[in-house]
């Protein structure tokens, strides 16, 4: 009996491997429990440059000017029903290591869909939404040396361990 359910359980995990394709992940395999963990996926991610420019090539430079209505620009994403943190940051490379995060999410792993409004200000600070105390102006001179200056827009998207995540970026010059 228990040589079948073992066996069933194996052919369970295979299928879900199978369906799922990369994105699977045994996360714990005991006699008693199986927990599988889901990738989560950014189906789009886009920003309105501060001159109304967009792309969906994320290596063509979009431009975020201080300068030009308030350094408003806005940031569009669509991410799966796994995710449950989103982030936005700003980074000197294409890649989420070593970003400063000016944006946080909580999804609660529900399909996740939001067009914000964002700033880059003249003192350096780069914010979304409302500002206030759950959600502040974040000092982003770490990254910016110079202006105007080459820069990348990170968005990272996380289950509910932060132990799966995926990422996709934007080019900007920052002016």
Known sequence: MVNKIFKWRISLI????VIGGCRVMITNFEEDEITVSINPKINSFSIVDSFNQTTSDPDTQLQINAGVLGGEFGVSYDINE???YV?????DTNVSNGSVIFYNNTCGNSRCIAN????FTNSVAMSCGVIGLGNPEVDVSSIVTAIPMDA???IRACNS???MCSESYQSVELQ
């Open 152 to 154: 990348y827009l990170i």
């Open 116 to 119: 914000i409004t964002c700033r």
């Open 82 to 84: 796994e995710a449950y």
């Open 14 to 17: 295979l299928i879900l491997v």
């Open 161 to 163: 361990e932060n132990s």
């Open 87 to 91: 982030s936005l940051g700003l980074n």
